[in-house]
Nanobody, 124 residues
């Protein structure tokens, strides 16, 4: 099976932090760009962050800029999303997806693999 598996979601208080992981199974992430998405009930899926292969340039949506940080560890075949200063509006199911790089972009030119999602709930 070729699969991405997210983990690290859960319940956290406003202002708290979580680190999400996206681990590849059955293939290597070395040459893939990765995107993180989220979807809250009744809302469209939203692009959150991307990281390219190689030197790993990054992209962040304005809504998370300065609070979230994407990184990758190719030796572990894993991409991370560190989420700090969490707000209730960050509550969503978070998905990672992988695809070939788009030249000049942090995000893939298409998405070939998707994870199953992990729930993040920010509530007091």
């Amino acid at each position: 099976q070729l699969q991405l598996v997210e983990s690290g979601g859960g319940l956290v208080q406003p202002g708290g932090s979580l680190r999400l992981s996206c681990a590849a199974s059955g293939f290597t992430l070395d040459y893939y760009a990765i995107g993180w998405f989220r979807q809250a009930p009744g809302k469209e899926r939203e692009g959150v962050s991307c990281i390219s292969s190689g030197d790993g340039t990054t992209y962040y949506a304005d809504s998370v800029k300065g609070r979230f940080a994407i990184s990758r560890d190719n030796a572990e075949n894993t991409v991370y999303l560190q989420m700090n200063s969490l707000k209730p509006e960050d509550t969503a199911v978070y998905y990672c997806a992988a695809g070939p790089d788009l030249v000049g972009s942090s995000c893939p030119r298409r998405y070939d693999y998707w994870g199953q999602g992990t729930q993040v709930t920010v509530s007091s």
